[in-house]
């Protein structure tokens, strides 16, 4: 069908983007049948932007009709595989009939005309008057002929894109169209220049930053790589549970803005399932940040083609390096191709969410700033699983093990553990955040405050719509035993308290929680067993209990829930602090909420203080309406069950092995690994007395705690260290259970009452 914006009189040239002579034939016979009657047409081959051999041009004649006012109107031929359940894309059976059905040769481009017509179309690109372009062309390092082209291959994507849907949506000419900017040649020699490198060299260093950098996505990877994954979650995974309609909502707003995907990081899994929920959705791929440590062959060129990018670890004295990275980002965000990065860096090992890292958001943002688009919409995804496959490594790692180095090897390791039954995967998406309207007049260098309240909003809305697991409220019910074992109706029993309170606080569940059913029980603690995750032993009943190895692993899933009840255990731990003779002071009581959320700043994400302060008199309000003028224990009363115990004490437990360790040591920390490991002693010593629970001996979390030192400036000097241990023992007196002492050893070892 003829173009509706093309002309019905006059003269028309076309700009064939033809890869054979089997494909110009088809294009002149579309014409024969589409080509209005008073038009006439003259065709000019493209240089082909598929299957071009060295040394091929656009035909020259088309310089000579660029001055003109003809109508230019670019025709393409596109190859479609063939239609599967109502849908044409690729599989494996087209790989084993030699390649991408999207670009046959020449010989198969024969046959597929002759047996299936039905997978030919000629498409047309947007066209426009010759004589517009020259003044669109002025400033490009291209001559007006090349840029013509490419020009033509952009629009003919455009419609092709229209023809296979969003999912094919990928910059096939990135580099040449960034390269060839005169700014980036100009400010790729200033940079260089600074280094003493000659011009010819700082250009060609910038252009290999870029090949690098550059994720080079493939429609016909991407569609293999949906039957990969598919079938490698499906060897562990049953079904990925999300709202197809929330998904739809964000594929409208990406329409209009780019969009920047930031999922939270708990699987090497994460990536894949957001890929294939985009593919299924019919959603353009993202472009995802990835450390080059992953960019080792095979993986590395194949995830590339997916819509990977690869960044260094370190390049911050590098700014030719930071030029080309922050001109790659620029032309993503302006052309509204999909961004995807983990805002906390690395996957958490303790199931809480990590505090942000704000490069490539100072990045994006600074896009923004810049003008390459009105606004950049940050999507907040939560990535949840029933069952975690990588819970082992984390464990290892939490007890002073190496992470294993990623190869070959280790991937294919990894894909052969997925052949067990993990339950189901759950994606929510968390209401998008505008660039525009929260950083508008505000600071946006890496480490201002408008730029950390923003990453810190994007982990907020991850926390608060992560679901609560089955399995999170049974590792709870099992921590709480303290390696005792319980039977299946004493773990119903306490999980009663837990579903009601969830049920009671309106807070997000990847299902219905009925853990007060001992059936609904013991069908979680069999799949938890299953993955060696818990200890039963059948004796004159059937008992579950925790070693301490699987008490670090069953922390893991509490602290997938634990940050939706953090207001309540810092509000219970307040009550405890305060005299428990006089009534509850209101000045008091906020006093001490504010002193535990600088302690555990470094441990959870909160709110702003004011809304912190606000969610916190609003759970009084609605759990002890008649709380002011009551005494502590009356208002601890209602507020049931407890939570303290399961969400703050462990960390406490783990801070006060760094705050002891540092206690005992005179000098400066200047070795953190080994600092680590002689907490990761001490800790067993402990937890063998009886001062700390399993779940306290946690190189992991003894970094945070080593953080919060090292903010309050106690690593580099011993002042204050004493005031440290004390006000986290004084945190643990209050609680319930307070930690015993050791018994004998020095002045540092004293318990929460020495």
């Known amino acids: 069908m003829w173009p509706q914006d093309a002309p019905t009189k006059g003269s028309v040239v076309v700009l064939a983007d033809a890869a054979s002579q089997v494909e110009m034939r088809l294009i002149e016979e579309w014409l024969g049948a589409n080509q209005p009657p008073e038009i006439t047409t003259e065709v000019i081959r493209l240089a082909p932007s598929r299957r071009r051999k060295p040394g091929q041009r656009t035909e020259a004649r088309l310089v000579e009709l660029l001055p003109g006012d003809d109508f230019l109107l670019p025709l393409r031929v596109v190859w479609s595989p063939a239609a599967r359940a109502g849908e044409r894309k690729v599989s494996w059976w087209d790989v084993l009939k030699l390649g991408d059905p999207r670009d046959p040769d020449a010989l198969r481009q024969r046959v597929i005309l002759a047996r299936w017509p039905d997978r030919v179309t000629v498409v047309a690109g947007k066209g426009s008057r010759a004589a517009a372009l020259p003044a669109e062309h002025e400033g490009s390092d291209l001559s007006l002929v090349e840029w013509t082209t490419r020009r033509a291959w952009r629009a003919l994507d455009i419609s092709e894109r229209a023809l296979r849907g969003d999912r094919y949506k990928v910059p096939r000419f990135l580099h040449e169209e960034i390269t060839s900017q005169p700014a980036f040649r100009r400010e790729s020699v200033a940079l260089g220049a600074r280094r003493k490198l000659p011009e010819a060299i700082a250009v060609a260093r910038a252009k290999y930053y870029l090949t690098e950098i550059a994720a080079s996505p493939s429609a016909f990877v991407i569609d293999l790589s949906a039957n990969v994954i598919s079938w490698v979650i499906r060897q562990g995974y049953g079904e990925m549970a999300y709202d197809r309609v929330q998904v739809e909502d964000i594929n409208s707003l990406g329409r209009e803005w780019p969009l920047a995907f930031l999922p939270s990081h708990r699987s090497n899994l994460d990536r894949l399932v957001l890929q294939l929920v985009k593919w299924e959705n019919d959603l353009p791929p993202n472009h995802t940040a990835g450390g080059i440590n992953m960019n080792f062959f095979p993986v590395g060129p194949w995830v590339r083609r997916t819509g990977v990018f690869f960044i260094r670890r370190s390049f911050r004295n590098n700014d030719l390096y930071k030029f080309v990275l922050r001109t790659y980002l620029d032309y993503l965000v302006e052309n509204r191709f999909p961004l995807e990065w983990y805002m906390e860096g690395g996957r958490s090992r303790t199931g809480k969410l990590l505090p942000p890292r704000y490069g490539l958001l100072a990045y994006v943002v600074d896009s923004w700033r810049r003008g390459k688009s009105e606004d950049v919409m940050l999507v907040p995804v939560s ?228 809304a912190f302060v606000d969610s916190i008199t609003a759970d009084l309000r609605r759990s002890a309406p008649r709380w002011q003028g009551s005494k502590p224990a009356t208002v601890l009363a209602k507020l049931h ?88 023992r004084s945190a643990l007196g209050a609680s319930d259970r307070p930690p015993k002492a050791p018994r004998g050893g020095q002045k540092e070892h004293q318990g929460v009452g020495g």
């Open 383 to 610: 990535i949840v699983y029933d069952q975690i496959q990588d819970l082992g490594s984390y464990t290892t790692e939490a007890q002073g093990g190496a992470k294993e180095a990623e190869s070959m090897g280790w991937a294919l390791r990894y894909v052969r553990s997925l052949r067990r039954r993990y339950g189901n995967i759950y994606l929510r998406f968390g209401e998008p955040i505008s660039v525009a309207k929260a950083m508008t007049g505000a600071e946006i260098e890496e480490g201002s405050t408008a730029l950390a309240k923003l990453a810190l909003e994007v982990m907020h809305r991850i926390g608060a719509v992560t679901p609560i697991t089955p399995a999170s409220v049974l590792a709870i019910a099992l921590l709480a035993a303290g390696g005792e074992a319980r039977t299946q109706s004493e773990l119903a029993s306490f999980c009663e308290g837990l579903d009601e309170l969830v049920e009671q606080l309106g807070l997000p569940t990847t299902e219905p929680l009925r853990l007060e059913d001992e059936a609904e029980v013991g069908k979680v603690l069999r799949l938890l067993a299953e993955h060696h995750n818990v200890s039963a032993f059948e004796g004159t009943e059937l008992v579950y209990y925790l070693n301490p190895q699987q008490s670090l692993r069953a922390s893991y899933y509490r602290n997938l829930m634990a940050h939706h009840f953090l207001g309540r255990a810092v509000l219970e731990l307040a009550l405890q602090g305060l005299d428990p003779t006089r009534p509850v002071n209101e000045a008091e009581l906020l006093a001490s909420v504010a002193a535990l959320r600088d302690l555990l700043k470094f441990e959870y994400f909160f709110p702003e203080k004011e």
């Open 641 to 728: 069950p407890p939570t303290l115990g399961w969400v703050i004490r462990p960390s406490l437990q783990s801070y006060l092995v760094v705050a002891d360790e540092l206690l005992a040591r005179p000098d400066a920390i200047g070795d953190e690994k080994a600092f680590i490991t002689a907490c990761l002693k001490r800790g067993e010593q402990y937890r063998l007395q009886g001062i700390i629970g399993a779940d306290g001996v946690s190189a992991v979390v003894f970094k945070q705690a080593l953080a919060l030192a090292r903010n309050r400036e106690l690593v580099e000097s011993p002042a204050g260290r004493a005031d440290f241990a004390a006000e986290i």
